[in-house]
Structure formats: C-alpha cells, structure tokens
C-alpha cells in the first residue's frame, strides 16, 4: 500500500513537473517579450511575436532599436563532450568570433534534458504521461520553449548563439530533433588527459569517483560512447573535433568549423585571448575551472601532463578499460603518445606562457578563492 502510494506521488511530481516547464516556456516566448517590446525601444522577442524573419545583433553593432527575434529554427550551435575535453576553449575561440556567442555554461540545460530523457525511458510513465495530455508534442514544445529562452537571454543577442553545456550532448538527437536547423561540435580529447585532467584539478563529476583512474576511464569510455555514436548518427549536423590537433593547428581546424558551421572566416578566433572581458568578446566564468587555461592563447602545455600520472595496473588494462580510445584514434599502449607536431604559432605561444606572460586578470581573481570552497557536481 505505501509502496503504491509512493509511486503515485512520484507520477504526480513527473506530470506537475512537465505541465510546469511546458507554462514556463510558453509564457516566457509568447508573454514576457510582449512586455519587453512596450517598455524598451528594443528588445528580445521570439519570432512568432512579430510574424517576420528579422534579426539584430548586438555584437556586430547593427541596429539596436530592432528586437532581436529568434525561434527555433534559428541555427544554434551546441559545443560538448566529456568534461576537460577542450569544450571552454572551443566556446572560447568561437566567442572571439564577432558574429557568434557562446557564453558560460548554463548548467540547467544538460539537467532538464535528462530529466525529458527519464521521463521518455518509462514505457509506464510513458503510457501515464500521454493519458495526462503530456504527449511526446506538448513536451517537445516546453522543451524548445525553455532551451532556447535560456540560450537567447544568458547572453548578449548575436546572428548566431552557441550553448556549451558539455554533457547536453548525450541529448545530441533530441536536440536536433526539436532544433532541426542547429549543428554539433563533439570536442573529443584523449581520455587518459581528460581523466588525469579532472582528477589533478579536482573537478567534481556527477558518478565519477575522482580517487580512482580506473572508475574514471570507465566513465569517460561510456560518456563518450553515448556522445560520439549519436554525432556519427547525424553526421550532417555534427563535427567531431579532436582537441589534440585543435591545438596543433588551430587555423586549419578552426577554418574547418566555421566552413561547416557556415559562419564567414575571421581571425579573431585564432586570438581569443584578447578579447577576454572585451565588449563582444569572451565572457568567462569565475567559477569554471577551465577559466585559468583560456587566458592564454591556444598552445600544447596540457597535451601529455597525464604521462606518468597513471596507475600501472590501469596502463596495463587501458585497452580493456577505454576501447574508445582506439576506435577515437589513440594508441591505448602509447605512453607517452605522439599527437603530432605544433604549427610554429602554437610553438610560440607556449613558449610565451612557460614564461608566465599570461596571467589571470584583475576582475577574475576571485576564481581562486571560489574554487578553493566546495563545488556542486558537473551536470551529468
């Protein structure tokens, strides 16, 4: 009877959360901006508000008394992979990109779309979801609603927006589900790197076990997994980037994107660094643990500081423990690995920061005292 009783209430929080964050959207698009568009001479308003196709941005100086309208077909760009993969900076270069912004993580997105992700994995709570009129369309509906408000208001309007939420790419055939325009860039790092990397850095990750190397290439392995078999899925849509030869060469890499992303090439990506708390520029978070790294310009001082980190046992057991690492193009037995050889650029900057040219700015010194207090979990 209590076991019953307990389930019925756990229905009944789902529906009220799903019928919450469908009003919530809703409202958001179709009443807040009406609001906004009578008390300013401009504003932020969705598409449907005004009937029309028209844009403005902010960060490319055009008019700014002509609301910013957006929708959800709009083409978003939504940056992911594994925690320390080199997502911060691939935002970072984009950001510097005078058409394009990315913004810090929101951290609410990968949450709501596992929530929409456990809602849907019940055939049960399925079956008693659709009864309540919570069908798979009113869902998808809250869910663009509430995406794209988050998406467009984090940050400055721009012709076009970018999320980096790492772990909403386990969402990535969802999200190209309910935004069928948007593109995909899977940052894919050597998971040895990206696991010593949060370990060293004490990077909390929701069901990572940061005492151990092994549960942690395990986690890395089936997060990856998860990401890169649905990018390969829509392959049209999403760009695999690995964060070795990102660094390696970024103008050819970055060239890359932008060509794929249809976004018109300037240099400006190639030297985020400064515009870092620029107007238009780089925004960057006090509180994220990459913001220390993104300062400096792209060079390859992270590239192998796992070597002679790892357990021997782990080192031994790597193929069985991360098969990924080979079918993403990494020698599991290569200690240390051979990613490559750095464009003279790149050899200059990290020649730069050995000699400690580059250090954090004033109005993000408080990083340091933040980060040394007690971090939620990563959004899983």
């Known amino acids: 009877m209590i076991g019953k009783l307990k389930q019925n209430l756990l229905v009944a929080c789902l529906v009220i959360s799903s019928v919450t964050v469908f009003y919530l959207g809703r409202h958001a698009m179709e009443c807040h901006h009406r609001i906004e568009e009578r008390s300013q001479p401009g504003g932020i308003l969705p598409l449907s508000a005004l009937g029309g196709s028209m844009r403005t941005t902010l960060r490319t100086g055009q008019n700014l008394s002509t609301p910013f309208v957006y929708n959800k077909d709009m083409p978003l760009i939504f940056i992911g992979g594994v925690p320390r993969s080199g997502t911060t900076l691939m935002r970072a270069m984009l ?22 992700q456990m809602w849907s994995r019940s055939g049960r709570e399925k079956m008693r979801l659709d009864e309540a009129g919570v069908t798979d369309e009113v869902l998808d509906a809250a869910m663009q609603a509430f995406l794209l408000e988050i998406i467009v208001k984090h940050g400055e309007p721009a012709n076009f927006l970018c999320n980096k939420d790492p772990f909403a790419l386990k969402s990535l055939s969802y999200l190209a589900k309910i935004f069928p325009h948007a593109k995909f860039v899977l940052m894919i790092r050597d998971g040895r790197a990206s696991v010593h990397s949060m370990i060293s850095r004490k990077v909390t990750i929701a069901g990572f076990d940061l005492g151990s190397y092994r549960d942690c290439l395990t986690k890395w392995n089936r997060a990856i997994e998860t990401m890169y078999t649905q990018c390969l899925d829509a392959a ?6 690995h964060y070795e030869q990102l660094v390696l060469h970024p103008e050819k890499w970055m060239r890359t994107l932008l060509k794929f992303l249809d976004i018109p090439w300037n240099d400006a990506v190639l030297h985020h660094e400064e515009l870092i708390g620029k107007a238009g520029g780089v925004s960057l978070s006090k509180v994220e643990r990459s ?13 192998s500081k796992w070597v002679g980190k790892i357990p021997a046992d782990v080192l031994r057991d790597m193929a069985v423990i991360a098969p990924m690492l080979s079918r993403l193009g990494y020698d599991p037995h290569a200690n240390p690995p051979n990613y490559g050889r750095p464009d ?7 020649r730069r920061v050995f000699k400690g040219e580059f250090q954090l700015p004033d109005f993000l010194r408080e ?7 007690a971090e939620k979990p990563h959004p899983s």
């Open 367 to 373: 990083q340091s005292q933040i980060q040394k207090s």
């Open 344 to 350: 003279p650029k790149v050899l200059d900057n990290t």
């Open 291 to 303: 913001t220390d790294q993104v300062i400096k310009p792209v060079n390859v001082e992270a590239l």
């Open 236 to 241: 049209d849509k999403c760009l695999p980037m």
């Open 95 to 116: 950001d510097a990109h005078p058409e394009v912004r990315c913004g810090e993580e929101t951290r609410v997105i990968p949450r709501i779309l596992a929530m929409k």
